[in-house]
Nanobody
Framework: QLQLRESGGGLVQPGHSLRLSCTAS????????VAWFRQAPGKERDFVAC????????AYAGPVKGRFTISRDMAANTISLQMDNLQSEDTAVYYC???????????????WGQGTQVTVSS
């Protein structure tokens, strides 16, 4: 059973950067899609970004496009999310997920990490 564990969350000031990492317990095959979701207080889980199968491309949600960068390291079995120019509206719990397709629906991803808190505040 694939297990995912996030790290790198914390408190950061607006305009600053943060890098999240996700480590998988077993090898993530190239046929597996990996992605990040986030959930702000009182809101539903929202799609952030994903890497297509075999790393052939990426997709981003509108609010983070141009500021966030998702990547995967097959050798290290990790998925990262580089977040630049963070804003208060980026405050949320961030989840690393894995599944078969890159979609914006959280229900399509079978594997979820426990999440890491990101708080953007001055």
């Amino acid at each position: 059973q694939l297990q995912l564990r996030e790290s790198g969350g914390g408190l950061v000031q607006p305009g600053h950067s943060l890098r999240l990492s996700c480590t998988a317990s077993t090898p993530i095959y190239s046929s597996t899609v990996v992605a990040w979701f986030r959930q702000a207080p009182g809101k539903e889980r929202d799609f952030v970004a994903c890497v297509y199968r075999s790393g052939t491309g990426t997709a981003y949600a509108g609010p983070v496009k141009g500021r966030f960068t998702i990547s995967r390291d097959m050798a290290a079995n990790t998925i990262s999310l580089q977040m630049d120019n963070l804003q208060s509206e980026d405050t949320a719990v961030y989840y690393c997920v894995a599944g078969t397709y890159c979609t914006r629906g959280p229900e399509t991803y079978k594997y979820w990490g426990q999440g890491t808190q990101v708080t953007v505040s001055s």
